[in-house]
């Protein structure tokens, strides 16, 4: 893996010398570099205490790694061909639908949650966050792990699309 000689990773990438395995290690690397620094970029904004938002960018990496990692183990499971292609191409229309999803859910937890816990549940204290920030926190990862198992079932079945016949196998498609 290459971390700073653009020219040799280009060379390789022009020879088709890099292989579905070195491909996720890239997909990997750059997927939690990018929100490191996200998560770095946020630190001192104040919104949240630092001890949180630390506990929040670990969760995060954590749950996205795992998450590229079992897209990864799914797709090599089914043909182990054109990992990148098929996590950037279906992870659009992926992310859409669980967008769509998150924003109906997190409408209807906070809702509920609301009611529930009052208005007070809402605002940040010197005691800390509110109890919303971290329903909110929760229902996030719960979204974002969802994002991944649902990558991944069509990662595998586009692997498998030829064998089994991807329009009669996946309904809704």
């Keep these: 893996m290459y971390l700073w000689k653009v020219d040799r990773l280009a060379d390789e990438l ?18 939690l570099l990018g929100i490191l620094l996200m998560g770095l ?18 969760i995060m990496l954590a ?12 797709n090599q499971g089914s043909d182990n061909r054109d990992f990148i292609v098929r996590f950037i191409c279906l992870g659009l229309p992926v992310t859409v639908r669980i967008t769509v999803l998150g924003l109906v859910v997190g409408f209807i937890v906070g809702a509920v949650a609301g009611i529930a816990l009052g208005p007070e549940s809402f605002s940040q204290s010197e005691a ?12 996030g990862y719960l979204i974002h792990a969802l994002y991944f198992i649902y990558l991944a079932r069509w990662m595998a079945a586009t692997g498998n699309s030829s064998e089994s016949g991807l329009d009669e196998a996946v309904p809704g498609r």
């Design 41 to 58: 970029a946020a630190f001192g904004s104040g919104a949240v205490p630092p001890w949180l938002m630390a506990a929040d960018l670990a």
């Design 14 to 31: 022009g020879n088709n010398q890099v292989s579905q395995k070195e491909e996720f290690k890239y997909t990997l690397a750059f997927t």
């Design 128 to 139: 800390g966050p509110g109890a919303m920030v971290f329903i909110n926190l929760g229902v």
């Design 63 to 74: 749950i996205t790694g795992a998450g590229i990692a079992y897209c990864y183990s799914r």
